[in-house]
């Protein structure tokens, strides 16, 4: 399957890379697979794909918890980079150009205190909402890159039971 191919399919758009490396066709090997079902766990298990609903959690250490995505990104990186190259240019860009961006914006607000207006609380939340649901696709496309079940399935599925 080529590279965009897997970008498009999990919904993750509007990322400025190289055509060449688009149009690659990637077949993962056993070290990126592995790198993903790191990944995609440390993923699923934070606010970071989870609902926040309105009375619950803490908007500061959501977005501490998004940005430590950079440190367990960078651990994979350093353990696996070498031996997942196509992984770790997917990280990499998903780091620098769809959370970067997030957690740089919301730290300066954190900084200087904006965190505690209402109407401030209000926009952090709907903007981790938008990061989240991005981070939903990333996150189902590397199950499919590690070669397993999408967990996320299995509770939507069983929220609609309810």
């Given at each position: 399957?080529?590279?965009?191919?897997?970008?498009?399919?999990?919904?993750?758009?509007?990322?400025?890379?190289?055509?060449?490396?688009?149009?690659?066709?990637?077949?993962?090997?056993?070290?990126?697979?592995?790198?993903?079902?790191?990944?995609?766990?440390?993923?699923?298990?934070r606010v970071a794909t989870q609902p926040l609903g309105k009375d619950?959690?803490?908007?500061?250490?959501?977005?501490?918890?998004?940005?430590?995505?950079?440190?367990?990104?960078?651990?994979?990186?350093?353990?696996?980079?070498?031996?997942?190259?196509?992984?770790?240019?997917?990280?990499?860009?998903?780091?620098?150009?769809?959370?970067r961006p997030f957690t740089a914006t919301w730290h300066k607000r954190v900084l200087d205190n904006n965190l505690e207006k209402p109407e401030d609380k209000a926009l952090f939340r709907n903007e981790l909402i938008q990061i989240q649901n991005m981070l939903r696709g990333y996150a189902a496309m590397l199950a499919k890159v590690a070669g397993v079940e999408d967990f996320q399935m299995l509770e939507q599925g069983a929220l609609q039971e309810l």
């Open positions: 399957m080529k590279i965009q191919d897997w970008f498009e399919n999990w919904g993750i758009t509007g990322l400025k890379i190289s055509a060449g490396f688009m149009q690659m066709e990637w077949q993962p090997k056993p070290e990126e697979e592995q790198a993903a079902w790191e990944l995609y766990i440390e993923l699923i298990t619950q959690g803490d908007e500061a250490a959501a977005l501490k918890s998004i940005f430590s995505l950079f440190e367990v990104t960078r651990n994979l990186l350093k353990e696996k980079g070498r031996k997942a190259e196509v992984f770790s240019k997917i990280a990499v860009v998903i780091l620098n150009q769809k959370i």
